[in-house]
């Protein structure tokens, strides 16, 4: 049974930092490009970036220098680690599980699992 499992989130402070992680199961992680998305109340699914099976990663334009994807192969786990977070990362957020080349580019569309999504509050 394929399992994704995030935990980390919860409320900060403006400039304060979080490190979320996403325990995976149930299939070959190293196998799978990891992303991660995220989620505000009456807005679309964002792309938040990516880490791919050979360990290069890719972050959205608004986090860029912000937030940073790890991954540790032998622990199945995927990590974002987000700093000086602002009011309007809040949201929730989703880790998420590809075979697809271009894992940036495909979308949320093109992610076969997912988790169930930790939420991330920063108040200003």
């Known amino acids: 049974q394929v399992q994704l499992v995030e935990s980390g989130g919860g409320l900060v402070q403006a400039g304060g930092s979080l490190r979320l992680s996403c325990a995976a199961s149930?299939?070959?992680?190293?196998?799978?490009?990891m992303g991660w998305f995220r989620q505000a109340p009456g807005k679309e699914r964002e792309f938040v970036g990516v880490i791919t099976r050979s360990g290069g990663g890719t972050t959205a334009d608004s986090v860029k220098g912000r937030f940073a994807i790890s991954r540790d192969n032998a622990k199945n786990t995927v990590y974002l680690q987000m700093n000086s977070l602002k009011p309007e990362d809040t949201a929730v957020y989703y880790c998420?599980?590809?075979?697809?080349?271009?894992?940036?580019?495909?979308?949320?569309?093109?992610?076969?699992?997912w988790g169930q999504g930790t939420q991330v509050t920063v108040s200003s």
């Open positions: 998420a599980a590809t075979l697809l080349p271009r894992p940036a580019d495909i979308g949320y569309e093109g992610y076969d699992y």
């Open positions: 149930g299939f070959t992680f190293s196998k799978y490009a």
